[in-house]
């Protein structure tokens, strides 16, 4: 018979093998990328081995240049800036609207604000024939600003989750700040949206990751190639005409891993803080 402490032992060593080893199985795309980043295309198909042969930079240099004309440096450039302003204007607007639900009595604020929840539950593919319609309309095809503009009217996963934040915050400080001669946007910026930090940080990283992962919407609204994000200019990569250079496609995708990669890095004990908290009562 095992003691209590072989038994805790065991079961520990049982549950640590099993973690890496799931562990492993989700990272094992992402080695498999970056092994391959560093192979020549011969070298990619004829082995399964995650350690290449060299270690040379040449498929990163190619990659880079594209095609001499367009380097993605360019494709960097928009995806940042695609990135950037969407998530500024997703984040701000959200917590504006958010601050409306969770404090500023209106007739039908219930009724709206379940409207507002329902549209989560609405698949991007239900809306895009209507937006692309509007958007050529106006004339904004071929141009960031169907990316970009609508992001200003804010998500309504990033208002759920920042509603329920603003109202774990005793409604004490609204009063004592009114009774100091604040405003209702004074007392959103000096005092509820310092208190939502982990909630903001959250939606933001959200908000990068969903914009600079995006192919749908560059693919949809952008058709040239110097407008092109990087989802794109990966998929450019491919040729079904001619020999497809998977090198440097891996070498470009990983790459495109590094900002996300950074971003989870530095931020990520907010994302927990933010989803773990959210719903709870204070």
Known sequence: MLNRKTKYLLGQTTFHIVVILLGFLMLYPILWMVSNSFKTNAEIFGSSSLIPKSLSLENYIRGWKFNNTITFTTFFKNSFYYTILSTFGAVLASSLVAYGFARVPFRGRSFWYACMFLTMMIPYQVVMVPQFIIFHKIGWINSFKPLIVPQFAGLPFFIFLMVQFI?????????????????????????????????????????????????????????????????????????????????????????SLLPVLIIFLIFQKYIVQGLATTGLKG
Do not use: H
């Not at 604040?182 to 007392?187: H, K, S």
């Not at 959250?202 to 058709?223: A, K, M």
């Not at 998929?235 to 079904?240: I, Y």
């Open 167 to 255: 109202r774990q915050i005793p409604y004490e400080l609204d009063d004592s700040a009114k009774i100091d001669g604040c405003n209702r946007f004074m007392i959103f910026t000096k005092i509820l949206f310092p208190l939502i930090k982990p909630a903001v940080i959250t939606s933001t990283i959200f908000s990068f990751y969903w914009r600079w992962d995006d192919f749908l919407g560059p693919l949809l609204f952008l058709n040239k190639p110097k407008l092109f994000t990087v989802s794109l200019a990966l998929r450019m990569f491919s040729d079904p005409q001619t020999s497809t250079d998977w090198s440097a496609i891996f070498a470009m995708g990983t790459l």
